[in-house]
């Protein structure tokens, strides 16, 4: 069970990383985490589906995806890893930008896909085990398109909110949709209007799930998303250190702000061994950050966790030196 008191997160009523401190910086309260959105990725368009077959069998196989994704979960947690962002409608299989491809858990009417939702239990089922809390991604730009129209969106949003109550989850925080400021075809999913639907999963869940929504990298949720967000997420796409630390400040001090816990789950910036890096900056201000790699077009079928196919195994340099780094901080 996830849960917030004041600007800290907690895991079954105790404080996430208790009595951690790393560099004279405080680690406790924080949710580390990763995007790992593609755990129940599919691709229901025959043209654009060979584009993501694996290199030694020449098939794309989402169940293989799901179970390699829950066979290295247990990797992730062992170096301090409490929490990944997994979508329903995924992310860019591709890196950045879509093309095509057609990978939703939701059907056109907002109806839910079983198929999904089994992958979906799956990974809900082990990270309860194990104590991670999944940062549940509704949305995504380029998927939205597909649900007819705007109560076909609604009805997405109370069916997956119920189920995700009926099945009695409570390790999961609620990402309405990612970076909401960006090509959403509806405009209940745009910047002026996704409040609608954050007070809509209060609603239905009585406040059992707590509830938030992305901007795009370097951008500053609204003050109306800032006051009824149960936590404020930022992403670092695009930001430097300085622009880390400007962004959490800027949130602590618009006069919407309460103490609730800022958390970056998006930054495709590395550095770990620099001597200031977005990681860094982030836990000097009392932030959590969330690491994003996706793979280059240079780079091996190792390389990256949004790209399709992804490897789920910590076995690139990258990811490599990111949970060494996190093993550090976290003590773990």
Partial sequence: MVSIKGEQFYINDQLTYKGRYWNDHKIEGLLFNSRMV??????SNPTTKKRFVYPDTQEWDPSRNTGEFVAA????????LLAFTLNLQGGSPTGYGNQGWR??????????NSEYLNRLKM???????????????YFYFGQDEYLTDENAVINA?????????????????????????IHYDHDILKPGRVNELI??????SKNELLVSTSYSGKSIPSEEIIKNSDFILLHGNGANPQDIE????????SVAYTPKPIVFNEDDHYDFDKESYNLLSAIENYASWGYFDYRRKDEGYESGFQSIPADWKIRSARKKDFFQTLKAITGY
Avoid: P
């Avoid at 593609?38 to 691709?43: K, M, N």
């Avoid at 939703?104 to 839910?112: R, T």
């Avoid at 109370?158 to 189920?163: A, G, L, P, S, V």
């Avoid at 099945?167 to 999961?172: L, P, V, W």
């Fill in 38 to 43: 593609q755990g129940i990725f599919d691709d």
């Fill in 73 to 80: 979960m247990e990797s992730w947690r062992s170096y301090g």
């Fill in 103 to 112: 990978n939703s858990a939701f059907e056109k009417d907002g109806s839910l």
């Fill in 123 to 137: 990974i809900l089922d082990k990270a309860d085990e194990l104590h991670m809390v999944v940062i549940l991604g």
């Fill in 157 to 181: 949003v109370d069916h997956i909110t119920k189920w995700i109550l009926d099945e009695g989850y409570r390790n999961i925080i609620v990402e309405i949709n990612n970076e909401c400021n």
């Fill in 199 to 204: 007070n809509r999963v209060k609603n239905i």
């Fill in 246 to 253: 400007a962004m959490v400040k800027k949130v602590r001090n």
